[in-house]
């Protein structure tokens, strides 16, 4: 499962490419995705609004070899994580939240990810597409009937 979040630019024409990106039907495979969301800014206030969406996956990749090939396509579309503000505008942002039931916690990668149930922005389109998902023994449904959801607004067309 991974999560897709993103406020600068043609976010969802950002997404789209992203996705084709990391989804080459080599070593990862797009299985499921879920509608973009429009969401207040989160962390950071004086900026726009933020697109979100998630996408649950399959491959052949290890949780780590995952997430370098994650950060590739976000440095291929523009994200510099050394240069821009914590929690500010970004072209993308792609967090892999959790790869089967594997708990992880490394320097570079905790599984599932340590904010998840923290955060409606990205709870409310894992729950369009894995509701009944159990991530760090929570159903994702669960998790979210417990989340402020104002202001999260799903996108048409």
């Known amino acids: 499962m991974i999560a897709l979040g993103g406020n600068v630019g043609n976010v969802p024409d950002t997404f789209d490419k992203a996705v084709a990106k990391l989804c080459d ?9 879920s509608s ?7 962390g950071v206030q004086d900026q726009p609004p933020f697109l979100n ?3 649950e996956v399959a491959t052949v990749l290890s949780p780590e070899d995952l997430l370098g090939r994650i950060k ?13 503000r914590r929690f500010g505008p970004r ?5 892999l939240l959790a ?10 990668l905790t ?11 990205v709870l409310v389109p894992l729950a369009e597409i894995a509701p009944d998902r159990m991530i760090g023994g929570i159903r994702v449904s ?16």
């Open 25 to 33: 039907g080599h070593s990862v495979w797009l299985k499921k995705r």
């Open 36 to 42: 973009n969301y429009r969401t207040p800014p989160w």
């Open 53 to 55: 969406a998630a996408i």
């Open 72 to 84: 590739n396509v976000e440095k291929e579309f523009g994200r510099d994580r050394t240069r821009e």
């Open 91 to 95: 072209t993308i942002d792609l967090d």
């Open 99 to 108: 790869y089967d039931d594997v708990v992880r916690d490394t320097g570079d």
């Open 111 to 121: 599984l599932p990810h340590p904010r998840l149930f923290e955060r409606a922005f």
């Open 142 to 157: 669960d998790a979210l009937t417990r989340m402020d959801t104002g202001g999260i607004e799903k996108l048409v067309g």
